[in-house]
């Protein structure tokens, strides 16, 4: 029961009825981002996009009821935490973290809601700081930052930054400070380091009053993705380049008459993973036809193609997999999880050991360097060792060569039969286990351009028309 890959991620924070911060806001960010999501509640508001007209807190000891019977039962990968309103609350969280602390701990410090009212008593200030030590992250906006800290508020981005490596390295926390609430263009966040290193993260302010349950939004995204294996950088960027297509979409929703709601599911409604790869593979489709048609395939599928044409074409199909491990070693290399990083490194083991294959069966002992690397081959290799400089647009790039692959090669291999002369080459092609792969290059690819922004998504489509027709080259040659 301990092995998904959909991490348990539970908000202990406020509840928010009309459904845009709080816990409402916190499970629906999290499912978007790919986790189940748990909600133990430690107070509860009466709120609307306009204001805070009331907030009840139940007895802290309920709170650790819930707390505890949640952990009983369910393996918790990350916790984030939200509104917890006042001390005797922080306590039971602080209590309960030095019990039975989850691997991953994001601290959202909520103290005032967008709309201005006061979600944190003044006298529970110092127990939030003292819960600083059993968090991973940290994720305060600027004023909250500057209460955490114990100063004015910041003047402006650097004056922030300054701050937040104060905080970090005397709480020893990672500190993601936020922009939301900075004048001007931009609205970028920063992650400092205890001993003030800082990774920054430019975002550009969008005109929308779709900002209700931003904060809670990002930190939740933010252990989701943590929890999902993305290295902390990597979950930063993800979880806000996903909350801004969120808070753009936030408007259409329409929800209430004061600061609103982002749409935590944008991206459900057109955006999947599946889709960017599909609209790939459809504007190929011209490409694609034209293989299809060449001499060279239709020949190896019935069988006629001439033996020394064919082994030419595997001389260089082998030089061709040398050098195309080598970059599906780099997507390895700047994989965003383990998983992908993993599934790349795999694949470029599997073309390895393909190409001694080709040469044990197919070339005999051809190898190293007797055959030169023809004009479309090199070709094809430099345009795929130039891609990049980002994983999103070499793992397109490479896509073509296992699509293509699979897909002709499903159809010749239904045309094969015992005494076809190219039988054992053509079932390479229509193995499961090479289909297998083929989804999940397919997947992680997808993934990849839900990740990025329009530029590295047209950047993606570019790069595998691109490999798509040099494959045509390829089988043309
Ligand atoms: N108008 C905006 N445009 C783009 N991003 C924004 C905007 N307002 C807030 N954000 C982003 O939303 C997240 C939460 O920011 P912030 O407003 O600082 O926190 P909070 O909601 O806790 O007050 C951050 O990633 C921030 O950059
Ligand atoms: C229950 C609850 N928790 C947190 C917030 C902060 O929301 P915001 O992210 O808009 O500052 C809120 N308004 N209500």
Do not use: F, K
């Given at each position: 029961m301990t092995s998904s890959t959909t991490p348990r991620v539970l908000s202990i924070a406020g509840s928010d009825p009309s459904g845009g911060a709080g816990v409402q806001a916190d499970l629906k960010s999290i499912a978007a981002n790919g986790g189940y999501g748990m909600a133990a509640i430690a107070a509860l508001t009466a709120q609307n996009t306009v204001g805070v007209t009331g907030v009840h807190v139940p007895p802290p000891e309920f709170l650790r009821l819930q707390l505890d019977t949640v952990a009983d039962d369910i393996r918790i990968d990350a916790v984030k935490i939200g509104m917890l309103a006042e001390a005797s609350v922080i306590d039971v969280v602080a209590d309960w973290l030095a019990r039975r602390r989850p691997p991953i701990v994001v601290l959202d410090?909520?103290?005032?809601?967008?709309?201005?009212?006061?979600?944190?008593?003044?006298?529970?200030e110092d127990a939030l700081r003292r819960l600083?030590?059993?968090?991973?992250v940290v994720t305060p906006n600027l004023p909250e930052l500057a209460v955490l800290a114990g100063e004015?508020?910041?003047?402006g981005w650097n004056d922030a930054l300054a701050q937040a490596a104060r905080l970090a390295t005397e709480h020893g926390v990672r500190v993601l400070v936020?922009?939301?609430?900075?004048?001007?263009a931009s609205s970028p966040d920063a992650l400092v380091k205890p001993g003030g290193a800082i990774t920054e993260f430019p975002g550009a302010r969008l005109e929308?009053?779709?900002?209700?349950?931003t904060g809670c939004s990002l930190s939740s995204a933010l252990a989701t993705r943590r929890a999902r294996g993305e290295a902390w950088e990597i979950a930063i960027d993800t979880a806000k380049t996903w909350l801004t297509d969120a808070m753009r979409a936030g408007s259409a929703l329409a929800v209430g008459h004061g600061n609103g709601p982002v749409d935590h599911f944008a991206r459900l409604h057109d955006e999947q993973p599946e889709d960017h790869a599909a609209a790939w593979w459809r504007d190929c489709a011209d490409i694609r036809a034209q293989i299809d048609a060449l001499p060279f395939v239709t020949s190896l599928g019935d069988g006629t193609l001439d033996r020394e044409r064919f082994r030419s074409y595997l001389a260089q199909d082998a030089l061709y997999l040398r050098e195309y491990a080598k970059v599906l070693g780099r997507a390895s290399a700047l994989a965003p999880s383990p998983e992908e990083e993993l599934f790349w490194a795999r694949c470029a083991r599997g073309c390895l050991e393909s190409e001694l294959q080709l040469h044990t069966s197919w070339?005999?002992?051809?190898?190293?360097?007797?055959t030169p690397l023809s004009r479309v081959n090199r070709a094809y290799l430099d345009h795929l060792s130039a891609a990049g400089p980002d994983y999103g647009t070499i793992v397109a790039a490479v896509l073509p060569c296992f699509w293509i692959y699979r897909d002709v090669g499903e159809r010749l291999a239904a045309r094969s039969h015992p005494e076809h002369p190219y039988a054992a080459w053509l079932a390479t092609y229509a193995d499961p286990s090479f289909a297998e792969s083929t989804m999940a290059a397919i997947r992680w690819a997808g993934l990849a351009a839900t990740r990025t922004d329009a530029g590295g998504r047209a950047r993606m489509a570019r790069a595998f028309r691109l490999s798509a027709h040099h494959e045509l080259a390829f089988f043309a040659q």
């Open positions: 410090p909520v103290m005032v809601a967008t709309s201005g009212a006061r979600l944190l008593a003044p006298a529970a600083l030590r059993h968090a991973d004015p508020e910041a003047s936020t922009g939301g609430h900075l004048g001007g929308t009053a779709a900002t209700h349950g070339l005999g002992a051809e190898r190293g360097g007797c």
